[in-house]
T-cell receptor, first 111, second 114 residues
């Protein structure tokens, strides 16, 4: 199973881009990368996921390196409401999937 | 539309007892998965149910079990509680399943075992 590591914390200025790294150096070619965030006392919220290509949605962009050993979640214009713990998760395919959860990065957006 | 509802929100149990937690998914979602979250171990996958069948399970002892009803509501049971079972238990629902695939999480049930 892929081992997923994230930095424990990072600060970001409001209005600036936040770049959150995730290392999954043992990932296999068919394993997906997911990002969720958890705001204090709430359940995790889905952000984005990808396999090989970079992905973008209304919340964020996901950049996966060509060798797929790491990825970066980009919050383009961080707001105070983006303060949360961000989790990187690797999932194997099919119904008997395995999940490898990162320990999470606590992102604090400062005014 | 209504989100994922977990009941109760807080629970205190004594070691050796058993507990049942409930999860009502978003209407139309057939997949419900359960997770345990602790400060030491982080998020861990317990199991997933899809259309009343357990489709996948994580690496937890048999004391942890679940079921899903025909209306997609799910229950999770933990028997012979241990102090280490104290955790936030989260459930998530999705259309297609496979755990974290575009899943919507409830706020969780905070279980404290004393």
């Amino acid at each position: 199973d892929a081992k997923t590591t994230q930095p424990p914390s990072m600060d970001c200025a409001e209005g600036r881009a936040a770049n959150l790294p995730c290392n999954h150096s043992t990932i296999s070619g068919n394993e997906y990368v997911y990002w969720y965030r958890q705001i204090h006392s709430q359940g995790p919220q889905y952000i984005i996921h990808g396999l090989k290509n970079n992905e973008t949605n209304e919340m964020a962009s996901l950049i996966i390196t060509e060798d797929r050993k790491s990825s970066t979640l980009i919050l383009p214009h961080a707001t105070l409401r983006d303060t949360a713990v961000y989790y990187c998760i690797v999932r194997t395919p099919f119904n008997d999937y395995k999940l490898s959860f990162g320990a999470g990065t606590t992102v604090t957006v400062r005014a | 539309k209504a989100g994922v509802t977990q009941t109760p929100r807080y629970l205190i149990k004594t070691r050796g007892q058993q507990v049942t937690l409930s999860c009502s998914p978003i209407s139309g979602h057939r997949s419900v998965s359960w997770y345990q979250q602790t400060p030491g171990q982080g998020l861990q996958f317990l199991f997933e149910y899809f259309s009343e069948t357990q489709r996948n399970k994580g690496n937890f002892p048999g004391r942890f079990s679940g079921r899903q009803f025909s209306n997609s509501r799910s229950e999770m049971n933990v028997s012979t509680l241990e102090l280490g079972d104290s955790a936030l238990y989260l459930c998530a629902s999705s259309l297609a399943g496979r755990g974290v695939t575009e899943a919507f999480f409830g706020q969780g049930t905070r279980l404290t075992v004393v």
